[in-house]
Structure formats: C-alpha cells, structure tokens
C-alpha cells in the first residue's frame, strides 16, 4: 500500500512539473506573440508616418511651385505694357 502511495505521489509530483512546463510554455509563447505584434505595429506606425511626411514633403513641393508660378504670373502682368 505504501508503495502505490509513493507511486501515486510520484505521480503527482510529475504531473504538476509537466503542467508547470507546459503553462510556462504557453505564458512564453503568448508573451513572444505580444513584443511581435508590438514590434510589427511600432514598424507599421514609423511606414505610415514616413509616407505621410513623404506625402506633405510632396504636397508642400508642389503648392510651393504654384505659388512661384503665380507670383511670376502676377509680376509679370505688372510690367511695363
């Protein structure tokens, strides 16, 4: 009887460090599955941010030489006629 006690306890014993592996696997995994989220949503914020300011750097350009054009425009119709 004390042998199928010990056996018993034994097994106990292995089952709990099996379910504490496993559970400490499954935390480790689910904590690497966060910091990758959170890595490709840093990297996908920096994307969006860089073409946004690529987009205004752009948008900037582009009104910056029409107003060129029309201060040119405009100095030339006050010229002499």
Known sequence: MASVKKSLEGLKGTTQAAAKGVTDSAVQAAQEA??????????????????ASKQTQSAIGTAAGKATDAIKEFGQQLGPK
């Open 34 to 51: 966060v910091q990758q989220v959170a890595e490709s949503s840093k990297e996908t914020t920096k994307m969006a941010a860089d073409e």
